[in-house]
């Protein structure tokens, strides 16, 4: 299995480089992005049992964080979160740019939770030709705005607490605008953040059943 932290740089002249860890197994068939914003890192315990979960299935991970570690210094001093979703948007597009230009015989997802769903999303509608699928537990899909809703081309999966009322109406409004194929898996009686007991293995599990199809997809 290869593991290691990279860095990937932000673009278009910029200094400005994004850390993540990339793990491929030696059996891969496929490679997922799992994007943290304004209200995670990579170095959180959740997202690593998800990409465990991933790796068990046979499925490689990059672990990006979309701010570098002085922006999201700043914002914990500041008591906020940074939603600016074109920027988040513009990191995610250049994190897809170099997985994909190191693992093109590869397919490849995205999954982003909170404010990452919204920049995944708007990454699949920039780059149609290299995302697969996307995955959007918990999402801020509304924050990616009708525009890339309507222009989104690969599968989407929805995930949404039974319990999480405003995730559920969030979620179900954004599948109506989605042009794309798309489905909404509820998880029953989870709440926000499906932070309740075994919630968070569901999403895991069906994430990964979600990301095996992607080598069916056809660009």
Known sequence: MLFETITVPDGEGSLTSLTGELTVPDTAFGVAVLAHGSDSSRHSPRSHAVADVLHDADLGTLLIDLLTADEAAADRENGRDRCDIDLLTHRMIASVDWLAARAADLPLGLFGASTGAAAALGAAAARPGLVDTVVCPDGRLDLAGDEVLGQVCAPVLL??????????????EAANRLRALSRLRVIPEATHLFEDPGALDEVAAVSARWFTGMGHVQH
Request: proline content about 0%; overall charge positive; hydrophobic content about 50%.
């Open 159 to 172: 995930l949404a607490g039974g319990r999480d009322i405003a995730a559920l109406r969030l979620n179900r």
